[in-house]
T-cell receptor
Framework: GENVEQHPSTLSVQEGDSAVIKCTYSDSASNYFPWYKQELGKRPQLIIDIRSNVGEKKDQRIAVTLNKTAKHFSLHITETQPEDSAVYFC?????????FGKGTKLSVKP | DSGVTQTPKHLITATGQRVTLRCSPRSGDLSVYWYQQSLDQGLQFLIH???????AKGNILERFSAQQFPDLHSELNLSSLELGDSALYFC?????????????FGPGTRLLVL
């Protein structure tokens, strides 16, 4: 079955800096890769997603890149703000069943 | 607000007991997914239902079962509860069968087994 590895598990940056979170997946048939943001005690919220036929997608300060050959994808957050502090989860999916990485706790220091 | 509702928000029970968690998907969504989130295991996929039929099983214990009703709401039944079952249980719904599916999560049910 699919296995998703996510790094780092914790990330601390200064406000205004960039943050990068990386994930690798094992099932080459996976074709959908969403990223979720989860604040403490709240539900995961989709922030961006990418399909396997696209190499990069951007939405304001957030971008995701996908390397199908290497089976890894990354989340890039630029100009970080304190409200970006949360746990971020990557996931991979082939038939809609999301397999999640273990999460990255991002702390943005003002 | 994602449009996905879950009840109850909190549940406290004892070992050996049985509980039922309820999920109502977004209007029009046919798929419901259940996930378990514990501190040391992250978000674990449990089971997927589409229009009343089971589509896929993940790491779901035999003590757990689920179903999706004709009105598309779903219930997750947890029996013979153990301390280790304490976790946040999320359901999510999506509207497209197969291919890309954007999942929207409910607010979760926090289960505490004492």
């Amino acid at each position: 079955g699919e296995n998703v590895e996510q790094h780092p598990s914790t990330l601390s940056v200064q406000e205004g800096d960039s943050a990068v979170i990386k994930c690798t997946y094992s099932d080459s048939a996976s074709n959908y890769f969403p990223w979720y943001k989860q604040e403490l005690g709240k539900r995961p919220q989709l922030i961006i997603d990418i399909r396997s036929n696209v190499g990069e997608k951007k939405d304001q300060r957030i971008a995701v890149t996908l390397n199908k050959t290497a089976k890894h994808f990354s989340l890039h957050i630029t100009e970080t703000q304190p409200e970006d502090s949360a746990v971020y989860f990557c996931a991979a999916s082939r038939r809609g069943n999301l397999i999640f990485g273990k999460g990255t706790k991002l702390s943005v220091k003002p | 607000d994602s449009g996905v509702t879950q009840t109850p928000k909190h549940l406290i029970t004892a070992t050996g007991q049985r509980v039922t968690l309820r999920c109502s998907p977004r209007s029009g969504d046919l798929s419901v997914y259940w996930y378990q989130q514990s501190l040391d295991q992250g978000l674990q996929f449990l089971i997927h239902y589409y229009n009343g039929e089971e589509r896929a099983k993940g790491n779901i214990l035999e003590r757990f079962s689920a179903q999706q009703f004709p009105d598309l709401h779903s219930e997750l039944n947890l029996s013979s509860l153990e301390l280790g079952d304490s976790a946040l249980y999320f359901c999510a719904s999506s509207g497209i069968a197969g291919g890309r599916e954007t999942q929207y999560f409910g607010p979760g049910t926090r289960l505490l087994v004492l």
